[in-house]
């Protein structure tokens, strides 16, 4: 480990992967816990996996790779929205089918682009080792997007998350605010694509956010806590994988998920260990 942060102050591509990951963390804590509260990970992964098309047929028509991920993203996400708010059709069914020909679309467009496409493939697995420097203001400026419209509309998005109806008897307007999630969590599908790829951002918009929800009812501080979790797992998960020589996105996938793992089985110990008590105090009062 002494190795990494001596390396760390010398390579400035560590410094990078660093700074993404720190980046990433707050798109995974804040919106995370939307999606988990609101239970919509199928939703979150439908449209992560969309983005592969958009990303594919940017490259092939010589446009930025990340501008092709944001606009599928957001028009993945509000079909998605759209059908379910005005269509009612089965939402799972044009999710699934999204999810296929996403993917299918993207891999069509790079097999058509001349050359060989490794950047392409980095996205779609990760590599925050080859984060670039533009890449972190593109970040940044997404981070500074979502802390700005949760900030302004976190009450309108937590009646609409918790209670759809009593948000629409306090005249809150349900298809825009659930649009609007569904467009922040597509943003930060986008936030994560280059620290664990498309296929395990999934599990990082979910984890942290699931493992602080193990024991905090206040959404704030779950946002807060699954944030710092995102963070340490991101800087340990690089560490880990620099020591190691091994793939970081997955090993920032399997810390999240071995503290995920921990989390829940806490919390199940601390709640026997609390009926224990109560029991106990039953039999006191009673015996």
Known sequence: MAEFFHSLLAQPFLQYALIAGLLAS????????????????????????????????????????????????????????????????QEDTLIGALWAIGMAVGILFISRTPGYQSD?????????????????????????????????????????????????IRGVSVPFYYLLLLTLIAVTVVLLIQVVGLILVLALITLPAASAGHFLHSLTRMMLVATLLGAIETTAGLALSYQTDAPAGPVIILLAGGVYLASALLQRLLGRYRNLRSLRRLEARHG
């Open 120 to 168: 392409l493939l980095s996205y779609l697995f990760g590599n925050i080792l080859l984060v670039p420097e533009k890449s972190l203001w593109f970040m940044a400026a997404l981070d500074l997007i979502l802390l700005g419209v949760v900030t302004a509309r976190h009450r309108e998005i937590l009646v609409v998350i918790f209670d759809e109806e009593f948000a629409r």
């Open 26 to 89: 707050i798109g995974c804590g804040v919106i995370g816990a939307y999606v988990v509260v609101k239970r919509i990970t199928f939703v979150a992964g439908g449209i992560a996996h969309t983005v592969l098309g958009g990303m594919g047929a940017a490259v092939y028509y010589g446009f930025d790779p990340m501008a092709g991920a944001l606009l599928a993203a957001v028009a993945a996400a509000l079909l998605i929205g759209s059908v379910r708010l005005y269509l009612r059709a």
